[in-house]
């Protein structure tokens, strides 16, 4: 039997677009079949045509994501997915609801958006959501559907909604991690069951991977790390960190910790609040930036300390990490954040959970990692730095090397392959040069 392809050989050509319409056998080739099964392939126009037995075509593979999250983490790596798929030529959808910032920036890019109204959480409206879903799926005709997150995961594969369309899951953190109890169990048992209703599951790291596997979940289970822009975020210096700090208008001087992202009880900012005030004890001068929204917010804002600032969802974080001395990521639990790859990016420190997703990300050379729930432990990682603009320094120049490994065209590359894969039927087969399924 053929060997699979080296996971860490990432330099391997692919074959994705712009491409004309796909072709060939939607089939899984198992066992000894897959050894001689062919890998991805194109045909174009006429050819793909007498290869497929169809009356001619030539248009671009079409993609339709659909994601429940419209802020944060999940809908940043949804626009930096699209715009690297439309580069390739192809013809990409997105279904969301209204709220956040990913409607309006996607209509800013010319992305066709469909309004798809979901709450986060299962509940009575689930059958509504899922019927919306399946007449937005029928009018855009994808030849692959990509379902970010637990939500859409739920609601795309109930039987049908999705009917004969290849399907990508990607959950950006487990389901079960929400919860605990009979919660935690259903929602595992439910991923088992519906894991055959997708042709390919995306883990956003390692970490999410195994805790997938953990849960007994291991075929079509694939790993494509999260992927930071290393050319919208280079390091930041000194200056860029005054001038930054004039447009938010901060303090020149004052130690600034920023926590980005949704303010929920998976983020964990309240770990941090709770926190803050061994901060504040030992560094009078010090700012705590919580840059989000969130079911969470309200509860927070009535804690929140006199050097404690809420503000609202921004498109571009740059200028609150460029700000930023140290970046706090006090999570429960996450998939890869992005986040957490621009502070890197950025040079800025990072102190965070020790927790799967993060622990791959965060090493003892460019911040802190803290067991989650211990507020003491965290709020001495974040004094610790705040008082040694050496350790600072030292961690900022680690970083820059440190994610260089987490480049973001290597993650399309590899997403836009297997969705190429998926499409095609052949997502299975040996010749794909993209990360390896789990077996």
Same mark, same amino acid.
């Given at each position: /039997?053929?060997?699979? !392809?080296?996971?860490?050989?990432?330099?391997?050509?692919?074959?994705?677009?712009?491409?004309?319409?796909? $072709?060939?056998?939607?089939?899984?080739?198992?066992?000894?079949?897959?050894?001689?099964?062919?890998? !991805?392939?194109? /045909?174009?126009?006429?050819?793909?045509?007498?290869?497929?037995?169809?009356?001619?075509?030539?248009?671009?593979?079409?993609?339709?994501?659909?994601?429940?999250?419209?802020?944060?983490?999940?809908?940043?790596?949804?626009?930096?997915?699209?715009?690297?798929?439309? &580069?390739?030529?192809?013809?990409?959808?997105?279904?969301?609801?209204?709220?956040?910032?990913?409607?309006?920036?996607?209509?800013?890019e010319g992305v066709p958006h469909h309004v798809w109204e979901a709450g986060r959480s299962p509940g009575p409206g689930m059958l509504g959501e899922a019927r919306r879903l399946r007449r937005i799926i029928g009018a855009v005709g994808p030849d692959v559907v990509h379902l970010h997150s637990s939500k859409a995961g739920l609601a795309g594969r109930l039987p049908g909604v999705a009917p004969g369309r290849p399907v990508i899951f990607q959950p950006h953190?487990?389901?079960?991690?929400?919860?605990?109890?009979?919660?935690?169990? *259903?929602?595992?048992?439910?991923?088992?069951?519906? *894991?055959?209703?997708?042709?390919?599951?995306?883990?956003?790291?390692?970490?999410?991977? &195994?805790?997938?596997?953990?849960?007994?979940?291991?075929?079509?289970?694939?790993?494509?790390?999260?992927?930071?822009?290393?050319?919208?975020?280079? !390091?930041?210096?000194?200056?860029?960190?005054?001038?930054?700090?004039?447009?938010?208008?901060? !303090? &020149?001087?004052?130690?600034?910790?920023?926590?980005?992202?949704?303010?929920?009880?998976?983020?964990?900012?309240?770990?941090?609040?709770?926190?803050?005030? &061994?901060?504040?004890?030992?560094?009078?001068?010090?700012?705590?930036?919580?840059?989000?929204?969130?079911?969470?917010?309200?509860?927070?804002?009535?804690?929140?300390?006199?050097?404690?600032?809420?503000?609202?969802?921004?498109?571009?974080?740059?200028?609150?990490?460029?700000?930023?001395?140290?970046?706090?990521?006090?999570?429960?639990?996450?998939?890869?954040?992005?986040?957490?790859?621009?502070?890197?990016?950025?040079?800025?420190?990072?102190? *965070?959970?020790?927790?799967?997703?993060?622990?791959?990300?965060?090493?003892?050379?460019?911040?802190?990692?803290?067991?989650?729930?211990? +507020?003491?432990?965290?709020?001495? *990682?974040?004094?610790?730095?705040?008082?040694?603009?050496?350790?600072?320094?030292?961690?900022?120049?680690?970083?820059?090397?440190?994610?260089?490994?987490?480049? /973001? +065209?290597?993650?399309? $590359?590899?997403?836009?392959?297997?969705?190429?894969?998926?499409?095609?039927?052949?997502?299975?087969?040996?010749?794909? $040069?993209?990360?390896?399924?789990?077996?």
């Amino acid at each position: /039997m053929a060997a699979r !392809p080296d996971p860490e050989r990432a330099d391997r050509p692919v074959p994705f677009g712009p491409v004309g319409r796909i $072709s060939g056998p939607r089939v899984r080739p198992r066992g000894a079949d897959a050894a001689e099964a062919p890998g !991805p392939h194109l /045909m174009i126009g006429e050819d793909a045509a007498a290869g497929a037995g169809i009356g001619p075509q030539d248009r671009p593979l079409r993609v339709l994501h659909v994601s429940q999250p419209t802020t944060g983490g999940v809908a940043g790596y949804l626009v930096q997915t699209v715009a690297a798929q439309r &580069r390739r030529g192809w013809e990409v959808f997105v279904a969301s609801p209204q709220d956040g910032t990913l409607a309006s920036d996607l209509r800013g890019e010319g992305v066709p958006h469909h309004v798809w109204e979901a709450g986060r959480s299962p509940g009575p409206g689930m059958l509504g959501e899922a019927r919306r879903l399946r007449r937005i799926i029928g009018a855009v005709g994808p030849d692959v559907v990509h379902l970010h997150s637990s939500k859409a995961g739920l609601a795309g594969r109930l039987p049908g909604v999705a009917p004969g369309r290849p399907v990508i899951f990607q959950p950006h953190g487990w389901s079960w991690l929400s919860g605990g109890g009979v919660l935690a169990h *259903a929602s595992a048992w439910w991923e088992r069951r519906a *894991a055959h209703r997708a042709d390919a599951i995306v883990c956003v790291g390692d970490g999410e991977r &195994r805790q997938g596997v953990e849960k007994r979940i291991r075929e079509r289970l694939w790993t494509i790390r999260n992927g930071v822009d290393l050319t919208r975020f280079p !390091p930041a210096d000194q200056r860029e960190r005054e001038l930054a700090r004039e447009r938010l208008r901060f !303090p &020149r001087d004052a130690p600034l910790v920023v926590c980005l992202g949704r303010v929920t009880r998976q983020k964990g900012q309240d770990l941090l609040l709770s926190a803050w005030d &061994r901060v504040a004890a030992a560094c009078p001068d010090a700012e705590l930036a919580i840059v989000g929204s969130g079911d969470a917010l309200d509860e927070l804002r009535r804690r929140g300390g006199d050097r404690v600032r809420f503000l609202p969802d921004v498109t571009g974080p740059r200028d609150w990490l460029a700000a930023a001395h140290v970046v706090a990521l006090p999570s429960r639990w996450e998939g890869l954040p992005l986040v957490a790859l621009e502070a890197l990016a950025v040079g800025r420190s990072v102190v *965070a959970s020790r927790i799967p997703g993060l622990a791959e990300v965060v090493t003892s050379e460019v911040g802190a990692l803290v067991t989650c729930g211990d +507020v003491d432990a965290l709020a001495q *990682a974040i004094i610790r730095r705040l008082r040694d603009p050496g350790l600072l320094a030292d961690e900022a120049e680690a970083a820059g090397v440190l994610v260089r490994d987490f480049d /973001m +065209v290597e993650t399309q $590359s590899r997403l836009c392959a297997l969705t190429l894969a998926v499409a095609m039927g052949t997502a299975d087969a040996p010749a794909l $040069s993209s990360p390896v399924p789990v077996s």
